[in-house]
């Protein structure tokens, strides 16, 4: 893990993709915070996290894509996740990620279901 | 179900890989950070992540009023320092908690008010732990985003990470104690390194200004006065007050005895000779009785004893002073002969008394000397003098009267004073000193025939419209006996002409003090100032014809 992180942000219509790549703790999450509390302000109610294949998230990191969902949840704002490996989406699905922010196989994928 | 065995085994294992990676992240944070409220910050999001929580809080407390050092919270709306605040609460931290172990919230009989804030959070459950026996502090989630209880396994990765939490913590603050002794240190290093630069520039500024008065000191004195006196200044603060005092001084003031007259017959350079020459004997011979040569004035010198260091010898030596210089007139008059110059008589005066010493001038001129009518005593004392003399006053007399061998005491009837002035003619020094000038071996051998003198008185400098006839009946190199009519005082200065036959000058002017009155004739003995030569006096001696008198 090298403590590096990557975040852009784009918009395509009413969404808001946040680009994530490279290693997510609690420290370095504070980027994807930055930019989804960003996209909020501008009045953004549907955003997509789109990670790169070879991100990691550790258990901090976690719980920043945590917050982010449950302020989704709370702020009736669409959450959804792209780009997860296999493993992380197992792991975002152990500790109850998905009831909050829906994982999709790819980026299309999810526009469409917006 | 096989499957779903498999399945659930396998999703178990994954679940127990993650807490590993876990474990394992939280070693690494733990062994990176120094700060508590990032450990606490990072280790309960860590937990939060790895648990699936929506909110959570990791405190931990001191002692001291306001105990409550760090606090992380996430997802709790309430503002938990004030909530957990003693001070609210009215109470401290709860004793008899189950330290390192779960306690969970969501039910009645909540014995603690820090359980009880908690709960009012919407978390679930905290572990409270101790830190090096002086911080208390807890670790608090809130359900699971899945809803599921907190299994025994989750209890046991909770309590290893709060074992980690408080090694970390232990360490931070230990840390941070250690930092602060460092800026406490350092700052007491920087305050000490200020005082001392301060005191350096001060010391420097003193030395400055004790290098400048100790050069003012060897400025003004060094040359006139001995090493021991300025090492006494130098180091005295009391020795010396340059501004003006009263001060009871013995001075002494020398004359070489009818040199000006003599001067006129040689030329500048042998004038100069001459007077360097004395001059430079007689500082060498002053300095080390710690006089101060407080000036030359032509051929005279003045010489404070008692100024600016006073002692309670003074007056003994600067009467042994005298001796040593009329005792060293013997090695100028040598040099003198040696170069085929004249010798030279001195006079000496000393007197003690009240001056007024110090800086006399202005500031563009300015030299150390002393005012009062006892340096014009030690003055007029000393006009008394005939060469190799040193003639004192009563009350340098009453310093040193113990040690002090004296030819003879005398009075003059000075100008000016009330009483006669009463001298001493100074023949020696006993004591430490034990100095006594040659004796006076010199005899009067009368004329073959008398020689007319014609005179008159000198008054200081000027001489009297009188004119008085006389007879030198008896002479020496250095003295004569002369009858008149008319005798002038004793210590009168006398300008003489001795006569041939015919009324013309034998010798040019012949300068002269009176020393004594004749008891059974109208005459005196006069002091010649400046010796008679040889052949003069042969001639004078032995000349066959009469004067006009005589005849």
Known sequence: MNQSLEVAVRKQGEVALIDIKGDVTAVTGEHIERAYQQVCGEGVNKVLLCFDSGSYINSGGIAIIIGIAADGKETARIIRITGLSPHFQKIFSMVGLTKYAEIFPSEQAALAQF | MIEDLADGSQLELERRIFHLKTLNDVSQVTGALRDPQAILKNLLMMMMGTFGVRRGAAFLFGTGEFPLKFIAQRGVVTDLA??????????????????????????????????????????????PFVVNDLHYGGIALSEKLLG??????????????????????????????????????EEKVRQRTEELRVQHTRLQEAHGQLELRNRFIENAFGRYVSDEVVSSLLESREGLQLGGEKRRTTILMSDLRGFTSMAEKLSPEQVLTIVNRYLGVMVDVILPYQGTINEFIGDAILVLFGAPVTRDDDAQRAVACAIAMQQAMATVNAQNREEGLPAVEMGIGIHTGEVVVGNLGSQRRMKYG???????????????????????????WTEAAEVLHVARRFQVEAKGLEQPLVLFDVRGVGGEHNLFLPEQSEALAPLVNAVHVRYSVLEGKHLSDAEFAGRLVKASATTGEVLTDHPPLLMSNLRMQLLDANGSPLLGHVYGKVLEQLADRPGVVVRFSSALPEDVLSTLLHRESASLLDA
């Open chain 2, 82 to 127: 004030t909530l957990l605040d003693p001070r609210q609460n009215g109470a401290g931290w709860p004793t008899n908690l189950p330290i390192g172990e779960v306690v969970t919230l969501n039910r009645d009989g909540l014995a603690d008010p820090v359980s009880h804030a908690l709960a009012s959070c919407q978390l679930q459950l905290w572990v």
């Open chain 2, 148 to 185: 599921e209880v907190y299994s025994p396994e989750d209890y046991e990765l909770l309590g290893t990470i709060v074992n980690q939490l408080t090694v970390a913590l232990d360490n931070a603050l230990a840390y941070r104690e250690i930092e602060e002794l460092n800026r406490g240190l």
């Open chain 2, 370 to 396: 002393i005012v009062g009518s006892a340096a014009n005593m030690t003055s007029r004392v000393e006009s008394y003098t005939v060469g190799g003399q040193i003639l004192i006053s009563e009350a340098t």
